[in-house]
């Protein structure tokens, strides 16, 4: 199992910008493809980005393409998600998530929660207008 831990979250205007931050315990994590969901109140949990093991692949949901960016740094095992011109609508709890066993992008199907294995606790993200 892999342990991961979100920070970075907070209260920002619309226009503004957060970096967020997913560390990972154990030897392996760097291994796995990785990904953030968010959720907001009274919706279901959806997809915002994934980065393959390596970070020579990325994915976007279409919402946030453009002022999102998904990276990783290995030797930190951290993964970030930095996101500039946030919007109101993108108020949620985000979510860092592992993919243990390699289903998502040996796949192409990375969009899918129920493929990642691990899941951190959540960091709010409160956008305001």
């Known amino acids: 199992q892999v342990q991961l831990v979100e920070s970075g979250g907070g209260s920002v205007q619309a226009g503004g910008s957060l970096r967020l931050s997913c560390a990972a315990s154990?030897?392996?994590?760097?291994?796995?493809?990785m990904a953030w969901f968010r959720q907001a109140p009274g919706k279901e949990r959806e997809f915002v980005a994934a980065?393959?093991?390596?970070?020579?692949?990325?994915s976007y949901a279409d919402s946030v393409k453009g002022r999102f960016t998904i990276s990783r740094d290995n030797g930190k095992n951290t993964v970030y998600l930095q996101m500039h011109s946030l919007k109101p609508e993108d108020t949620a709890v985000y979510y860092c998530?592992?993919?243990?066993?390699?289903?998502?992008?040996?796949?192409?199907?990375?969009?899918?929660?129920?493929?990642?294995?691990?899941w951190g606790q959540g960091t709010r993200v409160t956008v305001s207008s």
């Open positions: 154990g030897r392996t994590a760097s291994r796995y493809a």
């Open positions: 998530a592992a993919d243990r066993q390699f289903r998502t992008y040996s796949s192409g199907n990375y969009y899918n929660s129920g493929l990642y294995d691990d």
């Open positions: 980065i393959s093991w390596s970070g020579g692949s990325t």
